[in-house]
């Protein structure tokens, strides 16, 4: 009960932002363009999709949930970041930091495991050309976009409730400018190595478990690529998944660093830059390798905009 009383009133001090007023300003600024940037070429591969007919397939359904999802991912953590920044006091509340957390880690875990569903979808593509439409049916991508979201929540949940269950008594003070779970496991008074490893294993179910499904579809993706003849049609094969691949090795590579790691080496400025980068550079670099990388986004892109500025003229006239 004592512990209960205690967390209930709790408010969290977020100390990574800057104290000094124009340097305040400029982070402001600074992510405010960022994530203005986001929000506009998520929405532009969104609205490329659902207005071209011609990309209504498989592989664009899923980048269009993937942007959805990556607009979610970082509405949950920007906006309170923005409002905090021009706070006087910078805090969160113990029921906010809890939300936020569930919120970010579960659209994080979805991400995961969407890229994974991506690269099935290459591998059924390349690998079984014949059976293509038989296999990724619209229902059948509709269940596995379902299936990524309910685990990634459920995951979330699990891990929120392992490090929202220790007690917090007497800590204040988070090492960064948003409820992530490294920073917020440092400030608890009772956590055990059990704790820890419980921590650990669900952060191997969002990032591992799927990074193996996506080596897995581009090792039999690889096997049939060296079994092309042409070296033209090995190129044609490759370009499809380029952008794929792209994405996957920056996600992977700053999550897996972050949250695949013994909690004894955490170091919080380090991982204050590296959340940033998977937090805004992900979401923001994810349209411009797809849409730069991508004839088929680009000529959608260009549709999309040559309409919107024919019905312009016909409302002018």
Excluded at 279 to 299: D, F, H, Q, W
């Amino acid at each position: 009960m004592l512990q209960e009383n205690c967390t209930a009133i709790l408010n969290f001090m977020l100390l990574a932002f800057p104290t000094h007023p124009e340097h305040q300003i400029l982070l402001f600024l600074g992510i405010s363009l960022v994530y203005a940037t986001i929000t506009t070429g998520n929405l532009l591969i969104m609205v490329a999709i659902w207005g071209d007919p011609h990309l209504h397939t498989p592989m664009y359904f899923f980048l269009g949930t993937l942007s959805l999802v990556e607009l979610c991912y970082t509405a949950a953590v920007i906006p309170q970041i923005l409002v905090t920044s021009l706070q006087e006091r910078k805090f969160i509340t113990f029921r906010s930091c809890g939300a936020q957390m569930f919120f970010f880690i579960g659209l994080g875990s979805a991400d995961c495991f969407l890229l994974a569903i991506m690269a099935y979808d290459r591998y059924v593509a390349i690998c079984k050309p014949l059976r293509y439409t038989l296999i990724m049916t619209h229902q059948f991508c509709i269940q596995l976009v379902t299936a990524s979201l309910l685990i990634g929540f459920l995951i979330s949940l699990t891990l929120v409730w392992l490090v929202f269950h220790l007690s917090f008594c007497g800590a204040h003070g988070i090492e960064h400018l948003f409820c992530d779970v490294p920073p917020v496991m440092q400030l608890t008074s009772d956590k055990t190595k059990l704790d820890e490893l419980g921590v650990f294993l669900t952060g191997i179910m969002a990032i591992a478990v799927p990074f193996v499904l996506i080596c897995t579809s581009y090792f039999f993706i690889a096997v049939a690529v060296l079994r092309i003849h042409s070296a033209d049609g090995r190129q044609r094969t490759i370009s499809t998944c380029s952008s794929h691949l792209a994405v996957v090795a920056l996600q992977y590579g700053c999550c897996s660093f972050m949250y695949l790691r013994p909690n004894a080496s955490f170091s919080p400025k380090q991982d204050q830059m590296l959340s940033m980068v998977y937090t805004l550079g992900t979401p923001l670099l994810n349209p411009i390798i797809y849409s730069l990388r991508n004839r088929e986004v680009k000529a959608a892109l260009r549709k999309v905009v040559s309409r919107r500025a024919f019905q312009r003229k016909s409302e002018h006239h």
